[in-house]
């Protein structure tokens, strides 16, 4: 029985799977099998998993067309996987090779039930990434879930097998913050979920407009705000600032247009000053970040903010 198993949704992605598979197989722990779970991919996808396989057995295929991301993480972790914990990996992510060795580490505390690492955001070179996500100092709360979510990507989640029967697996109706649902479903479970503050993952800034996805992401916003309530959570305006700041940032690392992140920044101060801009340097750089989004060449706009 492998101590890891990894899960793998994919669906068209014969672009950058290959490269996320070589980053896992030189993981430094070498005791994990990876469970590619296609959704019907019209591509090369499958036959990059198939290729894969015959040069490591770990490697396997399985199918779930149709069914969606989420239903494909369930599948995998429910269904077909064999290992202790269960790391979750996208199909366009890189992990560093030292990422399942620290996951072992800390998950000797067996209070522990979820655990991730920090982020570095690329476009195309990962090597040349500047932008990094902010681990706290603090198990997670539901509080700071529904603010600045930490974990960032579902390639940054690992948990015991045992945890995730437990606690259940994600909802198949939610097409955006299904992640952020099913943490929420986890804390206010009592589980414990704790962030190592060393590069696991580096995340690939891909073409896709949140500007289009807005409702979606809104609508999967109020799925977790619901579950959030069921455990007698309900966020201050403080932390729907600090979300909307969240989104502001994200526009513009993924280059959204010209006046988004400035909108959903200016919509974060009316939610609450305090709150957006607290702390200083994060609110405060956002919303110069945005307003200089505005105001300069795209070029130079693009070179700043889009890493």
Known sequence: MPLFSIVIPCFNAQKTLAETLDSIIAQSCSDWEVICVDDGSTDETR????????????????RNVGKGPSS??????????????????????IWAPYKLEELQTAFEDKEID????????????PTRAKVFSTVPNDVLTIETLLGENPVCTMSNL??????????GGFDPSIVHNEDLEWLIRIVGQGGRIVGLKSLHVWYRNTAGGLS????AMRA???????????FGVIPPAASNAVH???LARRALRFDYGRTLALRLAFAGLRQSPTG?????RRGVMTFVGALANVILPRACSRMLFSQ
């Open 212 to 215: 289009s996805d807005l409702a």
């Open 220 to 230: 999967g916003r109020e799925y977790a705000l619901a579950t959030a309530a069921t």
């Open 158 to 167: 690992s948990i015991r097998k045992d945890s995730f029967v437990r606690f």
């Open 244 to 246: 909307l700041r969240y």
């Open 72 to 93: 494909a993480r369930n599948f995998g972790a429910s269904e077909l996987s064999n290992g202790k914990f269960i790391a979750f990996c996208d199909a366009d992510d």
């Open 47 to 62: 036959e990059i998993v198939v290729a894969a396989a015959k040069n490591d057995a770990r490697i396997r295929l399985a």
């Open 276 to 280: 957006f801009l607290s702390p200083p």
């Open 114 to 125: 979820v655990v991730y690492g920090q982020i570095a955001f690329f476009k195309a070179d």
